[in-house]
Structure formats: structure tokens, C-alpha cells
T-cell receptor, first 116, second 115 residues
Framework: KNQVEQSPQSLIILEGKNCTLQ??????????LRWYKQDTGRGPVSLTI???SENTKSNGRYTATLDADTKQSSLHITASQLSDSASYIC???????????????WGLGTSLAVNP | DAGVIQSPRHEVTEMGQEVTLRCKPI?????LFWYRQTMMRGLELLIY????????DSGMPEDRFSAKMPNASFSTLKIQPSEPRDSAVYFC?????????????FGPGTRLTVT
């Protein structure tokens, strides 16, 4: 069964600190992996997308890594800011039978709170 | 661009009533998606359209749910009759292309409460 599991479920850190969020998946056949940020009361916004051949991708203070062998991804946030407080959702795309990659498996997200 | 527009932002209704959620995708986007988000199940894809045609509605929970896209700039998700278990945040998203390299742009969501 295709699944995406994220850990921790929630996290509290102090402003300026770094943190790492984890995503484990059992999706096959794998197409790509995305990280979304969802602020409270808003829709998710894409941070990064990685394909099978990409090991790491950065977007400002956000760096995502992918290990396709172990089926793990992480999202590292450097020098956290109060505005980083949000839910971070890992989404894995599975290739559909039609080959058009339309199947997305969403994780439940990690809720991050950055305190001053 | 104004982004994906959804209305209403909040809806409170009584069990048994009909509920209609509305969505205007980003102009030029060929794909439109309807999602439901709850704490327990996260984001779930209900249905998606390509060029106004429904492609996959396997996520629609039951016959009480229906979705239409009469033209490229408007879509509705209807629940009739509504039940308390339908309470959730409903998101509409659009995408310029359906391939795996393209991201989905989400609207602000409609928070539905059925009492």
C-alpha cells in the first residue's frame, strides 16, 4: 500500500535554531517527491520538488534531501524565523498505470512552531 | 494574477442541507483539483478535471458529492444532503500541466461545518 509517513508530528523550536523534518514513503513506482508549506488558514504552497535522480534541492533557508534507496526524505530549515511556523507536508507522486503521474500520496504533515 | 479563488471562505449549515462550494482557477491552467483536508486524514484528492472534463473521481466519498466544471474559469463542488462528517476544509487547486514536474497552486480553502 502506498503510504507517506512524517515525523515528528509536531515540533517546537526557538527562533534562529535549525530543525529537520522527516518523511518516509512506501510509494512504488516512485515518480517525484514534493514538500509543501501550509500556513494556518491557507492552502499549501510548494517549497521543493525532487525526482529520482536528485539528492538535494534548496529553496532559500529550506533544503530538501532525498534517498531513493531507503525511501526517505528530509526537510532542513536553517536559522528559523517566526514566519516558518506552519505545517510542512511531504507528498510523493506515484506513476499511474496510464503513465501520466497523476497519483499523489500526501503525508499528514509536521506542525512546526517557532517561538521567539 | 489573483491566484485560485474560492468562495465562500466559511460555511456553516445544518445536516441535510445542500452545500455548494465554488472555485475559480488561475487563468490558463488546464487542470483543476478538489481536495478535502481533515486532521485525521490530511489532504485527500476528491476529483480532478483536465480541460473541463472530469478525469478521476475515485476520491469522491459517495453519491452525495458531485462536481462540475462548466467552463475553464469556474468549478463547483456540491454536497447534497450534507452530513456532520463532511465537516472539513475543502481546497481547490489548479495546475498549468498535469505532468509530474508541475506543481499545484492552491486556493485559500472553504471551511465547512455541518451541524
Amino acid at each position: 500500500k502506498n503510504q507517506v509517513e512524517q515525523s515528528p508530528q509536531s515540533l517546537i523550536i526557538l527562533e534562529g535554531k535549525n530543525c529537520t523534518l522527516q518523511c518516509n514513503y512506501t510509494v512504488s513506482p516512485f515518480s517525484n517527491l514534493r514538500w509543501y508549506k501550509q500556513d494556518t488558514g491557507r492552502g499549501p504552497v510548494s517549497l521543493t520538488i525532487m525526482t529520482f535522480s536528485e539528492n538535494t534541492k534548496s529553496n532559500g533557508r529550506y533544503t530538501a534531501t532525498l534517498d531513493a534507496d531507503t525511501k526517505q526524505s528530509s526537510l532542513h530549515i536553517t536559522a528559523s524565523q517566526l514566519s516558518d511556523s506552519a505545517s510542512y507536508i511531504c507528498v510523493v507522486s506515484a506513476k499511474s498505470n496510464a503513465g501520466n503521474n497523476r497519483k499523489l500520496i500526501w503525508g499528514l504533515g509536521t506542525s512546526l512552531a517557532v517561538n521567539p | 494574477d489573483a491566484g485560485v479563488i474560492q468562495s465562500p471562505r466559511h460555511e456553516v449549515t445544518e445536516m441535510g442541507q445542500e452545500v455548494t462550494l465554488r472555485c475559480k482557477p488561475i487563468s490558463g491552467h488546464d487542470y483543476l483539483f478538489w481536495y478535502r483536508q481533515t486532521m485525521m486524514r490530511g489532504l485527500e484528492l476528491l476529483i480532478y478535471f483536465n480541460n473541463n472534463v472530469p478525469i478521476d473521481d475515485s476520491g469522491m466519498p459517495e453519491d452525495r458529492f458531485s462536481a462540475k466544471m462548466p467552463n475553464a474559469s469556474f468549478s463547483t463542488l456540491k454536497i447534497q444532503p450534507s452530513e456532520p462528517r463532511d465537516s472539513a476544509v475543502y481546497f481547490c487547486a489548479s495546475s498549468p500541466l498535469g505532468g509530474h514536474f508541475y506543481e499545484q497552486y492552491f486556493g485559500p480553502g472553504t471551511r465547512l461545518t455541518v451541524t
